[in-house]
């Protein structure tokens, strides 16, 4: 079939690559698994990718196996007599070894062997999560009921214990979500005899998930724990303020300065927990589905391990909720009590600025009766000299018709101070328009 015309979306091929490049395991009982998730404590999405790669790299040169892509973000291949799994994610980087047979001492940790010493030293990061998943047949119904009351009891702790028949009855897990001597956090996988291989692989490929996703979003308890301590100082502080705001007491200037600084350290708080409060929802999500798409069955009234999650994850999870709930209530109260303030601050400032205004009215009014002061004496200055002026211009007249001098300025005074108050109020009136 000829291809067509049209060209491709750019990442139509890689996106597509993408949803098929993580196939699930074969894996075929009696077998285990050893699972590492590895995490660098100070750096989440922005942690240097290119160590991880290469931390891979120097494990494949010791088995001289050929290298994944130089961008690749997963491997799957034989190394040794095992088989790796290698994928990173966006916090962390997780290795999954698949071996066959079982050890005849149940979680005997030999099967972490494969990862030298001085190379998980070199690893960038610490340990998030590490799992061994032991995978047994068992022949018939009576082989099972013997595992179950012989084999589990002694591999786990009891309190904690959660075992369920899943996919359709395929195989029994069971699991506690302690940490054994080893470090390392137990499964067990009981199947029937001729379960499907990836049927098999998917089962432990979902227990590890659980197991790693589970962990990743406990990193968020602290921090909510953290956040709720200090909410509850704002909270409490705020209370205060709103209380003195709405007795009109007090300096507005220093109380919204005060709620500018509690706003700063709230949008600081949820600035600095937003990425890992947002991360705990994700995980826990994926964590229920992860169980969800087991489809347990109760096995002699033991408890689930979505019952397990119910009891001891999910309350951790509540706290980070409640946690963050009440960081984004407390900003919002935060923000109407600044407006709040800021508008009576707005609304005192308004009747500042209308008192200055009418001050501002009344020293016009006394310019301008002061102006008319002082305009009423420059009409005597000038009719003045203008009179001096009229007396020195009329003054040969005066003497050839032998006029008095001070007679000729008497008779001149009162016409020339009515022609310059005339002249005067002309000027004022232009001046006005």
Not at 205 to 232: C, D, F, G, S, W
Not at 259 to 278: C, D
Not at 413 to 429: D, S
């Amino acid at each position: 079939m000829p291809k067509p015309s049209l060209p491709n979306h750019p990442l139509r091929l890689k996106l597509n690559d993408e949803l098929h490049a993580r196939p699930f395991p074969k894996l075929k009982a009696p077998c285990r698994a050893a699972f590492l998730a590895i995490k660098n404590p100070e750096k989440a999405v922005d942690r240097d990718r290119a160590l991880d790669r290469a931390h891979l790299i120097a494990l494949l040169d010791r088995f001289g196996i050929a290298h994944p892509a130089p961008d690749a973000d997963h491997f799957a291949g034989q190394i040794g007599p095992d088989f790796l799994k290698w994928e990173m994610h966006t916090e962390f980087v997780t290795y999954t070894i698949f071996s066959d047979g079982v050890a005849d001492v149940p979680f005997d940790n030999k099967v972490f062997s494969i990862f030298p010493d001085d190379w998980l030293a070199e690893a960038p990061g610490v340990v998030l999560t590490s799992a061994l998943v032991r995978i047994e047949e068992y022949s018939d119904d009576a082989d099972l009921q013997d595992m179950l009351d012989r084999k589990i009891p002694e591999w786990f702790v009891p309190e904690s214990l959660a075992v369920s028949q899943v996919i359709d009855g395929e195989a029994v897990i069971a699991g506690d979500f302690h940490i054994d001597i080893s470090s390392h956090v137990r499964f067990c996988v009981l199947t029937k005899p001729g379960i499907g291989l990836r049927r098999l692989g998917r089962i432990v490929q979902r227990l590890v998930e659980i197991e790693t996703y589970k962990t990743a979003a406990m990193l968020t308890l602290p921090i909510a724990r953290t956040v709720a301590r200090r909410v509850a100082i704002l909270d409490q502080e705020l209370t205060e303020v709103v209380q003195q705001m709405a007795k009109a007491s007090g300096d507005e200037a220093q109380t919204l300065d005060r709620l500018l600084r509690m706003s700063a350290e709230i949008e600081f708080l949820s600035s600095s927990s937003a990425f890992r409060f947002g991360a705990a929802g994700a995980y826990t999500t994926i964590v229920n589905r992860r169980i969800e798409v087991l489809r347990e069955v109760h096995v002699q009234g033991r408890q689930l391990f979505s019952e397990f999650m119910m009891r001891r994850f999910d309350p951790a999870m509540r706290t980070c909720r409640s946690a963050e709930k009440r960081l984004s209530d407390l900003s919002a109260r935060a923000e109407r009590a600044a407006n709040l303030l800021r508008t009576r601050v707005d609304v005192a400032t308004e009747e500042q600025n209308h008192e200055v205004l009418k001050q501002m009215d009344r020293r016009a009014e006394l310019q301008l009766r002061l102006q008319e002061t002082v305009e009423g004496l420059s009409v005597v200055a000038i009719s003045y000299y203008a009179v001096s002026l009229v007396g020195y211009l009329l003054a040969p007249i005066a003497k050839h018709f032998e006029f008095d001098k001070t007679t000729l300025l008497a008779a001149v005074t009162l016409p020339v101070l009515g022609i310059v108050f005339w002249a005067v109020r002309q000027i004022r009136k232009k001046v006005g328009k």
